[in-house]
């Protein structure tokens, strides 16, 4: 989760300081499900704390466009949101 705004960074200084708005239009023409991604590209804090994690992009290929990378790392965070979520532990609220 601490990763979002680093990747979104990342990318702009990749596609040479691209507005988010238009890497936004551009995932949002995008075919969800093209990419795989493991998202510990800053290691993981919550809920596997492990700092050495790193992060892949799997199903990659000379097609991949800018859209495809953009639209997979911003679907992903409602994700790994519900994946922290679930993981906490449940208490009593009474």
Do not use: C, N
Not at 72 to 79: A, E, G, L, N, Q
């Amino acid at each position: 989760m601490a990763t979002s705004g680093s990747m979104l960074r990342w990318e702009q200084g990749l596609f040479d300081g691209v507005s988010l708005a238009e890497l936004d239009a551009d995932a949002a023409a995008s075919e969800p499900g093209t990419l795989v991604t493991l998202p510990y590209f800053l290691g993981e804090k919550t809920p596997l704390h492990d700092p050495d994690l790193r992060g892949a992009m799997i199903g990659l290929h000379l097609g991949t466009t800018r859209g495809d990378l953009h639209g997979r790392s911003s679907r992903r965070s409602p994700t790994d949101s519900a994946r922290t979520s679930t993981s906490l532990p449940k208490t009593d609220s009474s």
